[in-house]
């Protein structure tokens, strides 16, 4: 099958625009000085893409049915394109080969790309242009609030990089949250009024977000991923993801309108059969580019200043966005491409076989999975505090953890999977970026979330048949990397836990470890 041209009427472009998966907005900036008489834009579906990592069979359909949306939207400008379907080019799987030979056939003079979203794309489309010999521009990504210079600008002589910093500068130079000189409500930070489980009694009614049934296009893409992906991990029975623009501000909407308010308080908890909590659910919109950051913050800031809701919740949202995400997208281009090789703890163990099926008597690892598993989707705290952290207890290679995050969720693209994975939840940077490993025992667990109720684990006891995994690990974890931890301010406390220990209490804590590390598949 030929790929789709707009056209019959061809011509060879003079420039030819590759739109990204990720890149999904008409501000894109290769796209503001189109020229329809000279310019034509290529878009490409690749099998290769989604076995390059066993990819949830949802976050594959989120992609294609964005992609295919958009260039209908793409027709409608009446602009030239060639879009290359999943079915196409059936010899050549991978992106950048299918884009070479898309090339071939055009035979532009150049070959215009925003930033992509991770480094081996940026490098392939580089080597495809230089070996037909087409000049290659690179454009900055204007979606972004700050761009790669000014980041490295920022990060300039600094031993260590810390996103509260960062963060406190974007305020300033923004103007968010801002009363003159000083933060809204006098402080810059309300992360402690937002570390809340749920009560006892459970979360209660909690607002559904906004979710948007499939329409004939995506009804088309999940036909085609259950064909062309059978054994691929993952459901496509809970498809309601916002695919278009007009979707995702329907789903912006909705957030701020009825689900920011009690977002902050309770962001951190966790509760079984409660996939979504108060979270947005955003960043699949952000991702995509559907949804401009700056408007997204506007929305939560003006619903604070006219509504009046809680400044904690307000801030809370705002940070992630215009804070970590900004500082790690920042952070992922000053430091690729070795940080995908970062293992400070030189871990080196396979990921455990049920973090692909949720196939485990542990029942917060069993929730999250499976959650994941049912919906392409798990919030922060999930993701850092339960399937995180039991990596990075568990001394996987962090290369395998990277790469099973960046396979399971929706909203994944290297540039915000791989630091929150490899810096956040295994610390395999080292303190480049975080300050301490993010571990906890099981008792941190049970206080978040009702997981622990009923699992055939204990969290109160690290040793023993009844021993909880992430207890005993926490403990030897801690035992293993004393010397480090006790020299960090913000670990030492912990360490100075493992003082009252006996001879005989670390002998069996670290032989329940050593059971537990050898048989992590069986847990």
Same mark, same amino acid.
């Given at each position: 099958?030929?790929?789709?041209?707009?056209?019959?009427?061809?011509?060879?472009?003079?420039?030819?625009?590759?739109?990204?998966?990720?890149?999904?907005?008409?501000?894109?900036?290769?796209?503001?000085?189109?020229?329809?008489?000279?310019?034509?834009?290529?878009?490409?579906?690749?099998?290769?893409?989604?076995?390059?990592?066993?990819?949830?069979?949802?976050?594959?359909?989120?992609?294609?049915?964005?992609?295919?949306?958009?260039?209908?939207?793409?027709?409608?400008?009446?602009?030239?394109?060639?879009?290359?379907? #999943?079915?196409?080019?059936?010899?050549?799987?991978?992106?950048?080969?299918? @884009?070479?030979?898309?090339?071939?056939?055009? =035979?532009?003079?150049?070959?215009?790309?925003?930033?992509?979203?991770?480094?081996?794309?940026?490098?392939?489309?580089?080597?495809?242009?230089?070996?037909?010999?087409? %000049?290659?521009?690179?454009?900055?990504?204007?979606?972004?609030?700050?761009?790669?210079?000014?980041?490295?600008?920022? @990060?300039?002589?600094?031993?260590?990089?810390?996103?509260?910093?960062?963060?406190?500068?974007?305020?300033?130079?923004?103007?968010?949250?801002?009363?003159?000189? /000083?933060?809204?409500?006098? =402080? +810059?930070?309300?992360?402690?009024?937002?570390?809340?489980?749920?009560?006892?009694?459970?979360?209660?009614?909690?607002?559904? $977000?906004?979710?948007?049934?499939? %329409?004939?296009?995506?009804?088309?893409?999940?036909?085609?991923?259950?064909?062309?992906?059978?054994?691929?991990?993952?459901?496509?029975?809970?498809?309601? +993801?916002?695919?278009?623009?007009?979707?995702?501000?329907?789903? #912006?909407?909705?957030?701020?309108?009825?689900?920011?308010?009690?977002?902050?308080?309770?962001?951190?908890?966790?509760?079984?059969?409660?996939?979504?909590?108060?979270?947005?659910?955003?960043?699949?919109?952000?991702?995509?580019?559907?949804?401009?950051?700056?408007?997204?913050?506007?929305?939560?800031?003006?619903?604070?200043?006219?509504?009046?809701? $809680?400044? @904690?919740?307000?801030?809370?949202?705002?940070?992630?966005?215009?804070?970590?995400?900004?500082?790690?997208? *920042?952070?992922? +281009?000053?430091?690729?491409?070795?940080?995908?090789?970062?293992?400070?703890?030189?871990?080196?163990?396979?990921?455990?076989?049920?973090?692909?099926?949720?196939?485990?008597?542990?029942?917060?690892?069993?929730?999250?999975?499976?959650?994941?598993?049912?919906? *392409?989707?798990?919030?922060?705290?999930?993701?850092?505090?339960?399937?995180?952290?039991?990596?990075?207890?568990?001394?996987?290679?962090?290369? #395998?953890?990277?790469? +099973?995050?960046?396979?399971?969720?929706?909203?994944?693209?290297?540039?915000?999977?791989?630091?929150?994975?490899?810096?956040?939840?295994?610390?395999?940077?080292?303190?480049?970026?975080?300050?301490?490993?993010?571990?906890?025992?099981?008792?941190?667990?049970?206080?978040?979330?009702?997981?622990?109720?009923?699992?055939?684990?204990?969290?109160?006891?690290?040793?023993?048949?009844?021993?909880?995994?992430?207890?005993?690990?926490?403990?030897?974890?801690?035992?293993?990397?004393?010397?480090?931890?006790?020299?960090?301010?913000?670990?030492? #406390?912990?360490?100075?836990?493992?003082?009252?220990?006996? $001879?005989?209490?670390? /002998?069996?804590?670290?032989?329940?470890?050593?059971?537990?590390?050898?048989?992590?598949?069986?847990?």
């Amino acid at each position: 099958m030929s790929p789709e041209r707009s056209s019959p009427a061809w011509t060879r472009p003079q420039r030819v625009v590759w739109v990204l998966g990720d890149q999904l907005w008409l501000g894109h900036p290769a796209l503001v000085d189109f020229n329809p008489a000279t310019d034509h834009v290529l878009m490409v579906e690749a099998p290769g893409e989604a076995r390059a990592v066993w990819n949830h069979r949802a976050r594959i359909a989120v992609f294609l049915s964005a992609m295919r949306h958009f260039c209908n939207d793409l027709h409608r400008q009446g602009w030239a394109y060639t879009y290359v379907r #999943l079915t196409d080019m059936p010899d050549e799987p991978s992106l950048a080969g299918r @884009a070479q030979q898309a090339l071939q056939t055009l =035979q532009p003079k150049v070959l215009r790309l925003c930033e992509p979203g991770d480094w081996r794309t940026l490098e392939s489309a580089r080597s495809v242009a230089h070996g037909l010999g087409v %000049d290659f521009e690179v454009l900055a990504d204007p979606h972004f609030m700050c761009s790669r210079a000014e980041f490295a600008r920022w @990060a300039l002589g600094k031993k260590t990089l810390r996103m509260e910093f960062f963060y406190r500068d974007m305020r300033r130079r923004h103007g968010v949250l801002m009363d003159g000189r /000083d933060p809204a409500g006098g =402080q +810059w930070n309300y992360d402690s009024d937002n570390r809340q489980g749920f009560p006892s009694s459970g979360p209660g009614p909690i607002a559904t $977000p906004e979710q948007f049934p499939p %329409d004939r296009i995506t009804e088309q893409v999940l036909a085609l991923v259950a064909e062309q992906f059978p054994d691929h991990p993952g459901s496509l029975a809970h498809f309601v +993801w916002p695919v278009t623009r007009a979707q995702a501000l329907e789903a #912006l909407d909705r957030f701020i309108t009825v689900r920011l308010a009690p977002f902050g308080p309770y962001q951190d908890a966790m509760w079984t059969g409660t996939p979504w909590g108060w979270h947005s659910l955003l960043s699949v919109a952000l991702n995509l580019h559907l949804l401009d950051p700056r408007e997204v913050i506007a929305a939560a800031e003006t619903a604070w200043r006219e509504r009046h809701l $809680p400044l @904690a919740s307000v801030e809370g949202f705002i940070r992630q966005i215009l804070g970590w995400r900004e500082f790690i997208r *920042g952070l992922y +281009w000053l430091d690729m491409p070795h940080m995908a090789e970062a293992n400070h703890f030189d871990h080196h163990r396979a990921l455990p076989a049920w973090y692909w099926t949720g196939q485990t008597r542990m029942a917060c690892q069993r929730e999250v999975v499976q959650q994941t598993l049912a919906h *392409g989707y798990a919030h922060h705290i999930q993701r850092l505090m339960v399937t995180g952290q039991f990596a990075l207890l568990a001394e996987v290679e962090p290369r #395998l953890v990277s790469d +099973w995050y960046l396979a399971m969720y929706v909203d994944a693209v290297e540039w915000v999977e791989l630091p929150n994975t490899a810096g956040m939840a295994l610390h395999a940077t080292g303190p480049r970026f975080t300050s301490k490993p993010y571990i906890a025992s099981g008792q941190y667990l049970k206080r978040m979330s009702n997981y622990c109720q009923g699992c055939a684990y204990d969290p109160a006891q690290r040793v023993g048949p009844k021993a909880c995994p992430v207890s005993t690990l926490y403990w030897h974890f801690l035992l293993r990397h004393a010397d480090e931890l006790a020299r960090n301010p913000r670990t030492a #406390l912990m360490v100075k836990s493992t003082a009252r220990l006996s $001879p005989e209490e670390r /002998d069996r804590i670290t032989e329940t470890a050593t059971y537990v590390l050898d048989h992590l598949d069986d847990l």
